[in-house]
């Protein structure tokens, strides 16, 4: 099998980050999360700081917008006024999946990275979701403090920036299923079975 990229998608608090970590371990290939932002930084010379505030979610303005920026692949020079714009964060970053993709075989969790990737060989691109009832317990269970009715608008609060984010850049739907290769239920399936199917089904879309 030559070398291949992963996807991975996920609802708020449906294990997506977990799953990601033990498909690693059990593929024995990296995974980017947050590296991302790092790697961005070194290469952009713009401080992290920065990609994190904006790291898959866009400000509430461009939320509110009906425009969007779908990605081009342009990256602007230093010397330009928007050199540190949202658009050219996203670009950055958008360079380094594309770069990592070309060279090893990696996961990738969220960043639009199903979308970068599309024209790329020997990606699986999944979305991980569950039932609303079983993300509330799995957030509720690490954010002790907080009410239901916290945990249930940090959920929403922060599927709708994702979406709003994807679609920002993409033109598309964070949740639509034609995105994406395969769609895993995580409160049916469980972190390892999901693990497990993924690890079935990588050798029908990679050669």
């Not at 979308?115 to 790329?120: C, F, G, R």
Request: proline fraction near 3%.
């Amino acid at each position: 099998m030559s070398h291949y990229i992963i996807t991975v998608a996920r609802e708020t608090g449906s294990g997506g980050h977990n799953i990601t970590r033990k498909l690693s371990a059990a593929l024995n290939i990296p995974y980017y999360d947050r590296d991302l932002l790092r790697m961005a930084s070194d290469v952009s010379g713009i401080h992290e700081r920065l990609f994190g505030a904006y790291d898959e979610r866009i400000g509430w303005r461009e939320m509110l917008s009906a425009a969007k920026k779908v990605y081009t692949g342009e990256i602007l020079p230093p010397d330009s006024d928007d050199y540190i714009s949202t658009r050219n964060l996203f670009s950055f970053q958008a360079k380094i999946i594309k770069e990592l993709a070309k060279t090893e075989s990696c996961i990738i969790l969220g960043r639009c990275a199903n979308y970068l990737l599309q024209d790329q060989p020997n990606v699986l691109k999944v979305f991980i979701h569950a039932p609303l009832e079983a993300r509330l317990a799995r957030v509720s269970s690490y954010s002790l403090a907080w009410s239901q009715r916290e945990v249930a608008k940090h959920l929403r609060v922060e599927d709708k920036r994702r979406s709003a984010y994807y679609h920002y850049y993409t033109g598309e739907e964070w949740r639509d299923a034609a995105a994406y290769d395969i769609s895993l239920d995580s409160e049916q399936l469980g972190e390892d079975g999901c693990v497990e199917r993924i690890r079935q089904l990588l050798p029908i879309y990679v050669k």
